[in-house]
């Protein structure tokens, strides 16, 4: 890659993670960005997942720090995560790099769909009841599709854990930032064993989430949310479309 395109692609990684702050599900755009720039597909999915690790670390100190965090029978979910997250690393190593698009393209319209329909988390959390087994049903097959492409994980475990295992809004922010960690962390190891990770690119991909979601935290409380949210799924569309295309012809 040339120095343009790096510098373009940091450019995109930041203003991604920027609005992923709050819109969440920055991998939607990260990866298929990635695509585009004609990085090879496995490598991409491998690279944005060693970036993840220094995002979901960032996002969770805080939390931890102020103790919104609540850890007590989160061992479960946890080894859910990790069995689950690297299964789903394991299958990128078998499928083909244009099943592994397709995946993605999927994958990227089903967020939007969810995103659009899904009921709002706050209006659930009073409503929720603990289900134990479904709970973690939920986490391991989440976490498959967590370690093989993780774009939306976080914003459909949110849910689940309001949900049905009847945490708290904050909460569940809390606890899926956390088993994003162990998911990006598990996942990673595997595919540096694969020889998958670009360290450069995932350097720099590392560092610019770390600056964006510092940037996006700042400017949070100032910008438009329903404004954003409609750039970002008009974004992700427009992508999951030209992947679509790309397959086809």
Known sequence: MSGIEYAILIFLFLVTTAVGVITGSNSLITVPVMFLFGIDEK?????????????????????????????????????????????????????????????????MVAIVVFTLVKPKTREIEGEAKKNLPLTYLLVFLLAIY??????????????????????????????????????????????????????????????????GAYIGAHFASKMNEKVLKWIFLSTVMLLAAKLVFDLLY
């Not at 960690?181 to 595919?191: D, K, N």
């Not at 540096?192 to 350097?203: E, P, Q, S």
């Open 146 to 211: 967590g370690g093989l492409y993780s774009g939306g994980y976080v914003t459909v475990l949110t849910v689940v854990m309001v949900a049905f295992y009847g945490s708290t809004y904050a909460n569940a922010i809390a606890i899926t930032k956390l088993l994003n960690v162990f998911s990006s962390v598990i996942a990673t190891i595997l595919f540096i064993r694969a020889g998958l990770v670009d360290f450069k690119l995932g350097a720099i991909l590392a560092v610019t989430m770390f600056v």
């Open 43 to 107: 490598v991409a999915v491998a690279t944005n997942m060693f970036g993840l690790i220094f995002m979901s670390v960032g996002a969770t100190i805080p939390f931890v720090r102020k103790g919104t965090l609540e850890t007590k029978g989160l061992s479960p979910l946890v080894v859910l995560t990790l069995i689950g997250s690297a299964i789903g690393a394991l299958l990128v190593g078998v499928i083909t790099n244009s099943g592994l698009k397709l995946i993605v393209s999927a994958a």
